[in-house]
């Protein structure tokens, strides 16, 4: 679960799965960026977009999820803001 913006993993994954959380205000907005490129952040890399139309809802998304290929970036905006990301594999998985 994230609470503040931060690297879901570094190096090569797969996200599974988003959920947005509204913690009350209805202005809550995740963005998730592939960071393989850092010259292309924030629009070029952006994987996922979701955001709460009302209050104390949730959001999920609706794809079949998808890979990053140097890092998974989560970018949390909004009035109190919660993500819960459902990862595949990640690189740092392999030992």
Known sequence: MFLKSGFAFLDAGKVEHVTLIDG?????????????DPTMLPLGALRENLA????????????????????????LSGTNPQAILRLGRVASDVA
Do not use: H, M, Q
């Open 24 to 36: 009350g205000s209805g202005d809550c907005r995740v963005r998730i960026y592939d960071t393989e």
């Open 52 to 75: 709460t139309l009302a209050a104390d809802a949730t959001e999920p998304s609706r794809g079949l999820g998808f890979r990053c290929k140097r890092g998974c970036y989560v970018e």
